[in-house]
């Protein structure tokens, strides 16, 4: 309360200090008793303030005033001695005047001669004191780089977490309208089928609730450490140097979780991708297999897959679609489903009127977060079609012959001898062979900017019944 009091109203008007025994006039002024009687001693009795004479030789003491700035300068030397008691070591009582590098804290000469920090490395105060300031200052800028990321990070989850609703829906709808093309002798497995999307929805849903809010706890936590490191920082020196260690331990303590988005998508191609033949011994006469189907989750925004994932066509009106880490992000490029890491695989690709595609495998770790070209030190292994002419896409890419523009190319994959080569279809005629020794997973890769489609091919399904 005493400190609250603003010290110009206990400064006498004379001595301009605390006063000192005030005296209280008749005209309401207070002066130290010394300083009015040296005043009135020199000449004319009067206040020195309004000049009204004074009508006693010895004016009363105004004890309130008096006790106010009793107490005033009593905690004036509190404050001072906790000052002192701050800026002395409690082991030897001497002023602080270095700072141990070593175990981050104020010292004084005897500390440093001293066992405990005799070969530690110090520094004078002033210089110790800049220098952590610029060390605090950098763990802030590192903390505030670290809550924008988790920001992004948590705007793009709530973005997904819409996302997923909507794949839901459409998922769930793609699901009953090829049902639907089966009737009811397929009914039950329908509703096996809307159960399991259902149910993947609930996990991926829990999962980006549980995401999100461990992102908001992250957000809560460095933005708590941000502020009271800046609060520290407003401390006077001794003070930040003494409690140095633990708010730098604090802030290098902070790290992100998991901030992973991967997989965090509705697998659509998992409820989709050749149904009509998974179900196939209720309705044989209905079935088309194809040997792959597309990845939605990594098609680039202006790619526009058909319904069950086997065509894709390109469009200038991009999709409403996340930025999840599977996606390609600068070229039109999709890759399928479907993981190719042994054995022999082949798929075939109607190419129509289509002017401008690429066609091939991709590793698993292809950049899809930058354009490169689709070259094996990339890790794709393509032919391409453009401007009329076939090119293997080598280092440089190798200009190739043919007698005739084919309509459907076959991809063939051999992962264990090393080759991917591509055949037209119409006579089996080899356009081009890949070698390559591979050392990660593959996956079937698609490539158009053209608004004609590329479609995979179904194969034909041969059911053979064994003999007991």
């Not at 998992?270 to 990845?295: C, G």
């Amino acid at each position: 309360m005493i400190m609250s009091l603003p010290e110009d109203d206990l400064t006498c008007p004379i001595c301009r200090d605390i006063f000192k025994d005030p005296v209280l006039l008749s005209c309401s002024h207070s002066f130290c008793r010394s300083c009015l009687k040296q005043c009135w001693d020199s000449g004319i009795r009067e206040c020195a303030i309004c000049r009204k004479r004074g009508t006693k030789s010895n004016p009363p003491s105004n004890l309130a005033l008096k006790n106010v700035c009793e107490a005033l300068q009593q905690v004036k030397r509190q404050n001072s001695q906790q000052l002192e008691d701050k800026m002395s070591c409690s082991l030897h009582g001497k002023t602080f005047k270095h700072f141990c590098l070593i175990d981050k804290q104020p010292i004084c000469v005897d500390c440093q001669v001293s066992r405990l920090h005799k070969n530690h490395e110090c520094l004078p105060m002033e210089e110790a004191m800049l220098d952590c300031k610029d060390e605090l200052a950098l763990c802030i800028k590192n903390l505030q780089d670290k809550l924008e990321h988790l920001k992004r990070i948590q705007r793009t989850s709530v973005g997904m977490f819409e996302y997923i609703k909507n794949q839901t829906l459409e998922t769930e709808q793609m699901i009953k309208t090829q049902f639907e093309q089966l009737h009811q002798v397929l009914y039950q497995e329908e509703t096996a089928r809307v159960a399991a999307v259902k149910k993947e929805e609930e996990e991926k849903m829990i999962a980006m609730k549980n995401k999100i809010k461990e992102l908001s706890e992250e957000v809560l936590s460095i933005t708590e450490t941000i502020s009271v490191i800046q609060e520290q920082l407003k401390e006077d020196g001794i003070v930040l140097l003494k409690n140095f260690k633990t708010i730098q331990d604090r802030g290098k303590k902070t790290v992100l979780g998991d901030d992973s988005m991967f997989g965090l998508l509705l697998d659509k191609s998992k409820h989709l991708s050749n149904l009509k033949y998974r179900v196939w011994e209720k309705m044989l006469d209905h079935v088309a297999y194809t040997p792959v189907t597309l990845d939605p989750n990594t098609a680039h925004p202006n790619l526009f897959l058909s319904h069950d994932l086997t065509s894709l066509h390109y469009s200038k009106q991009p999709t409403c679609c996340p930025d999840n880490p599977e996606r390609f992000h600068f070229s039109a490029e999709v890759v399928a489903m479907t993981t190719l890491g042994s054995g022999c695989h082949h798929w075939v690709v109607e190419t129509g009127s289509n002017q401008d595609w690429l066609l091939g495998v991709a590793s698993l770790s292809v950049q899809r977060s930058a354009e490169v070209s689709a070259r094996p030190e990339n890790g794709f292994w393509t032919l391409c079609f453009r401007d009329g002419g076939f090119r293997a896409m080598t280092s440089p890419p190798t200009p190739l012959t043919v007698s005739k523009i084919p309509k459907q190319v076959k991809v063939r994959l051999d992962y264990s001898k090393g080759m991917v080569s591509f055949h037209d279809t119409a006579d089996n005629t080899l356009i081009y062979t890949f070698t390559h020794t591979f050392t990660e997973p593959l996956f079937p890769y698609f490539y158009t900017q053209s608004s004609h489609p590329l479609r995979i091919m179904p194969e034909e399904v041969i059911v053979t019944k064994l003999q007991q």
